[in-house]
């Protein structure tokens, strides 16, 4: 998971009223490999932009395809959406 998505991920919590140090623990008890968002995480979500545009997609969607690219990772989403982006390497299922 990128940095950019774990900030998502904590903000949403926070907005539904988990305190800090309970998110904290549920995060730590994913085990999650955080990848950060540098300069080439960056550049390559950037350059999702014409193709995930019309899907509205946002910062935290293309990066979360950028990393699923580079690691060839499969993306599992809710956003029907995105079953319908064509981005080389992109492997996406829907979970509902």
């Excluded at 995930?52 to 910062?59: D, L, V, Y």
């Excluded at 293309?62 to 995105?82: F, H, M, Q, S």
């Amino acid at each position: 998971m990128s940095a950019v998505n774990l900030q998502e991920l904590v903000k949403a919590l926070l907005l539904r009223g988990l305190d800090l140090p309970v998110i904290e623990t549920l995060v730590q008890n994913l085990r999650l490999d955080i990848h950060a968002h540098d300069r080439e995480a960056a550049f390559a979500a950037a350059l999702l932009t014409d193709a995930t545009r019309q899907f509205g997609s946002g910062i935290g969607d293309r990066t979360c395809i950028a990393l699923a690219v580079k690691l060839r990772l499969l993306v599992l989403t809710t956003d029907r959406a995105w079953a319908k982006i064509s981005v080389f390497g992109l492997t996406v299922e829907l979970v509902r």
